[in-house]
């Protein structure tokens, strides 16, 4: 049985409660027989006492049906209403009485031919209000603790994944094979008497470090603050692939100052270089561009000899990240030429 169906058994035990309250006076009367009994030479009750009887039956039918139904729209759970969210809650609660009312009002004018106000009307009426008032507070407290626990629940993750995430990505940079293959580059410059690129290396490798400690506390920053952080990576990244990988960063000045979640960049960089093939032959060329309010990043497809199997923790840490933190979806497209992710801008 799943939470969904637990969720409606328990509307429905509500809503007989409910319509056990409304009619308990009729009910009791039933069962004490307190309904006037038809004389004794009568082989069949009266008119009028079958009359009561239907419209008691039909009252706590519609008792039950009208109060489950306002529950449930109320509570936020019917598919449609989920979907959709745009019906704000003053507007439900309108809808939920004026159909209760109308319901109701169509029980009146099929069981009450007199239609002048009488003792039946006025306890009818008590009933109407009763039922909608309690089936009205009812949905709408489900649905407030449902929002709270909802929102509890996403802030747990989104701590839990911010995290893993700062993290994945402090370990990725610090890890040895990343100090290995840094050092091993500055090694290289050293040994080639390449002093000034040795110390512009240095540079940059510390301003990564320095990004990453600084900005880490930060859910949020800037895409320019992103943008000069790819360029402190990209230089590492010139110098281990020389004349293999190429970057074309092309920013609108108008969107540097728009903000994505906190390195963003970094694992859609690491990406392209961990499942492509670079080469002399082959260079690799990353494109970072943005496009009406979005930034994208793509690159060609270029098939390794021997792939490594892909986790796809990192593309899929970033895309829930970014759903939690902006309510926005990333779009990855691959059409098996080339590789596209898109990051909506806030």
Known sequence: MNSRTKKIMVFVLIAVIICLLANINQLIGLLMNDFPRPPRHHHRPPDGLIKMQYRLTGEIILSLVVSFGIMIFNSGMLIWYNAKKKLNQPLVITISTVVAFLLF???FLAFMPDRRPSRMYFLLLSKVIF????????????????????????????????????????????????LFNSLNSLAYLIRES??????????????????VLQK??????????????TEAYRYLLDIRYE?????EIKIAEEDMQRKLPFLS???????????????????????IYTLDGTLVVSNPIISK??????????LSNLSHRYQLLTGKNITIDNDGKTFIVKIPLI
Do not use: C
């Open 194 to 211: 390449q002093q000034e690129k040795a110390l512009t290396f240095i540079n940059e490798l510390s301003s990564i470090f320095r990004y």
């Open 305 to 314: 000899i021997s792939t490594e199997k892909s986790t796809g923790i990192g």
């Open 105 to 107: 009002f169509l029980l």
């Open 216 to 229: 880490r506390s930060n859910e949020l920053v800037t895409l320019h603050e992103e943008i000069l952080f």
């Open 243 to 247: 004349h293999k990988l190429f970057f």
């Open 131 to 178: 039922v909608v008032v309690v089936s009205i507070s009812a949905g709408q407290l489900y649905r407030l603790i449902w929002q709270k626990q909802q929102v509890e629940l996403e802030n747990e993750q989104l701590k839990t994944d911010n995290i893993e995430s700062r993290y994945m990505v402090l370990m990725d940079q610090v890890n040895p094979h990343f």
């Open 265 to 287: 960049l970094q694992p859609l960089i690491e990406n392209a270089v961990k499942h492509n093939a670079i080469s002399s032959k082959q260079p690799l060329a990353i494109f």
